[in-house]
Each structure stands twice: as C-alpha cells, then as structure tokens.
C-alpha cells in the first residue's frame, strides 16, 4: 500500500458515527478523505469541514456532508498533512498554501490528528520554509520585517505569477537554518501587520501519525 493511504487510512480510525470532522488539504489528506467518503457511503453519519476549496470539492465528490464555517463551534477531529514535524508535535505547515484556514480550524478543533510521511520527521524544525501567508499591499515592507527575523523570504510564484490562496493573499517561504523556538518565532512573525498568519503550527497536533519505511506505523 502506498505510505500516504496508510497512513490516511489509519487516521481515518478517528472518526466516529455522529462527529464533526475538520478535512484537511494536501496529497497525504486526500487518502483520508478517500477513505472517510467511503465510510459515508456504507453509512457513516458526520458532517466535514474542509480546510481549503479544494477539499471542498473532493468531499463534495464523495458526498461527504458539509458544515459552512459560519455554523461551525467546535470540531471533534480534524485530520491533515504536515511538511515537517519535530518529537513534540511541532509543525510547519502550508506547502498547499491552505495554512490560514488549516489553522483556523485546528484552533477550534478537540482532536488533532497528523499525518505524514516519515520523511518530514527532524529533530529540529527548519528543513521546511516556513510559509507566511502576506497582505499582498506593502508586500516588500513585510518581507523586509520577516527577513529581520533571521530566514531568507521568497514570494512563492507559479507560471511566473504570485499564488494567491483562497483568502486572496500572497505566501512567502520563509527559509531558517533551524527553528529551536517555535511558538515564540510564530508570535514575532505574526506581530508584523502585513502578516495574515504562519505556518508554524506549534503545541496544536495530539498525535503524529507516519510510517517506517517497511509498511509499518510509528505514531507521536
């Protein structure tokens, strides 16, 4: 089996008759979501939230019954991707550019299940570029202040062409040797004004789940 579906498909374990569950974005997500789509199929009751219009549109794809944010309280699991990990559960997040509404939902969720591949495993965070998720006015001044903080800013671009993400913003991958400080460097960046959010996502994931490289699993 391919070591995303494993690991999708374990975390989907979660999910129980009756939840609301936070989908998140990314290849390593999408198994999980392909594996909950077809839980509802055989009779599954929960209501999903996605974490990006993308995911949107693939539980739609599934008839995977959806809750608009503005409904949403409290979320009971919500699964999803990371692109580095560290022992403590300290992640980054955002190499889908979906890190904003990702975190919004991880921050009213109870349960937070991560799942990725044993790769984005480091002893210490860094080997990831923090993506940043930036007003597009001033772009260059925020830049200039996220560089102060010590990494080398890049705006993302496709085709020659800033990506936007789906709140109509820019990213900047944020590049720093190592990351000892998580949650303090993720509170410097989002004092900068023109910063909409960050991709650290520190102290928020209760479980980690990835593979050995010998289909087998190693949980966090």
Not at 87 to 103: D, F, S, T, Y
């Amino acid at each position: 089996m391919n070591p995303k579906q494993l690991v999708g498909e374990e975390a989907a374990k979660y999910v129980k008759n009756g939840m609301v569950i936070g989908l998140g974005t990314g290849s390593t997500a999408f198994f999980a979501i392909q594996k909950i789509g077809e839980l509802v199929k055989n009779g599954l009751q929960i209501k999903g939230v996605p974490t990006s219009k993308a995911t949107e549109e693939l539980a739609k794809s599934l008839n995977i019954p959806l809750l608009a944010i503005e409904d949403v309280k409290r979320i009971d699991v919500t699964i999803d991707g990371a692109d580095e990990f560290d022992p403590q559960k300290n992640l980054i997040k955002g190499g889908g550019a979906a890190l904003l509404r990702e975190k919004i939902i991880a921050s009213v969720t109870d349960f937070y299940v991560i799942i990725a591949d044993a790769a984005k495993g480091s002893e210490v965070l860094g080997s990831f570029a923090v993506p940043v998720e930036i007003t597009p006015f001033a772009k260059e001044i925020t830049m200039a202040q996220l560089k102060a903080l010590g990494c080398q800013p890049v705006l993302r671009v496709k085709d020659g062409q800033a990506v936007v993400t789906d709140n109509q913003n820019y990213i900047a991958d944020c590049k720093f040797e190592r990351i000892d400080e998580p949650a303090k460097l993720a509170a410097k960046m989002n004092a900068i004004p023109g910063v909409v959010e960050n991709g650290i996502f520190a102290g928020m994931a209760n479980v980690v789940i990835s593979e050995d490289g010998n289909g087998g699993l190693l949980s966090l």
